[in-house]
């Protein structure tokens, strides 16, 4: 007779992160780019896969849209299975996508949700049309805890619902405005990362209901970076399951992109990769 094999462990599970995202060949974005940075963090990653590109360093080819049942149904399988700490939102891909995916999140209000909303490529390709911009806006932002938006994606958010008054089309959104328009649409959070924007150093800004919450300044590196948006996304996921409240997850999960840009490589032809694992190296100086 065989010794009998006991199916019960007494180690606890690492938070428990759920990730929408496409997937990205290089490794260097998407929902490659979303699974180190949370094991680096020490949190594990479910994988939801919205949409299958080809790209590489350089740029973004093509895409395929996963199908909008497809999306819900790996989301819900892993749902119903296991404790899920926190939501991380990235590249969705169609308009039926954005739809499905919010239908889920709603059936979970308790889990905080980050959404990194994915316009373009690092190049500048189109991830977005203005048809998926305004079910981002209509069914997502209402269930977003904090919204990730660049200094780019903010104004183009912000201004696809005031697109056709004349002051919009005449003058540049200032990003604080951006940000009050976006919370009026239903995010409780935004950290809008300015480094689109002029000036030594690259400006963040978190802002909620009540205005600014924390500025923080990061020296501007030298480079191109593929996925630092992810990164960032997704740290601040997995500091938010890690039990960190939405201001300190922000800090830390700047921190922590911070030293993935300053530790890239430059593996391919294109743009440097963020190394999430720069720590394994034995350089984890502070920011």
């Not at 978190?206 to 590196?221: A, I, K, M, S």
Request: proline fraction near 6%; glycine fraction near 8%; charged fraction near 20%.
């Amino acid at each position: 007779m065989s010794a009998s094999v006991s199916t019960s462990f007494s180690t606890p599970p690492p938070p428990i992160v759920l990730v929408f995202a496409g997937t990205d060949p290089t490794g260097g974005a998407g929902l490659q780019a979303d699974i180190l940075t949370l094991a680096s963090l020490g949190c594990h990653p479910l994988s939801v896969v919205t949409a299958v590109t080809v790209q590489d360093t350089v740029g973004v080819d093509d895409f395929f849209p996963m199908e909008a049942e497809w999306i819900a149904d790996q989301a819900r399988s892993v749902l119903e299975d296991m404790p899920v700490a926190a939501i991380k939102i990235g590249m969705i891909g169609s308009v039926e996508a954005v739809a499905a995916i919010a239908e889920v999140v709603s059936d979970y209000p308790d889990i905080p949700l980050v959404l990194d909303p994915v316009l373009t490529s690092g190049r500048g390709d189109p991830l977005a049309n203005e048809a998926l911009m305004s079910a981002l806006i209509d069914l997502l932002l209402p269930q977003t805890t904090v919204l990730t938006p660049n200094s780019i994606e903010a104004r183009r958010l912000a201004e696809e619902e005031e697109e056709d008054t004349e002051a919009d089309s005449e003058a540049t959104l200032e990003l604080a405005d951006c940000a009050r328009r976006l919370i009026d649409l239903g995010c409780e959070f935004v950290l809008i990362t300015g480094a689109h924007e002029q000036g030594a150093q690259v400006v963040n800004t978190l802002y909620n209901t009540r205005g600014v919450v924390h500025r923080q300044n990061w020296e501007r590196l030298p480079g191109s970076y593929h996925g630092s948006g992810c990164t960032l996304a997704a740290a601040l996921a997995g500091f938010l399951a890690l039990g960190q409240d939405v201001a300190e997850a922000a800090k830390e999960a700047q921190a922590y992109t911070w030293q993935t840009l300053k530790h890239a490589y430059r593996p391919g032809m294109g743009q440097f990769i963020p190394d999430r694992m720069y720590w394994v190296h034995g350089d984890d100086e502070e920011a």
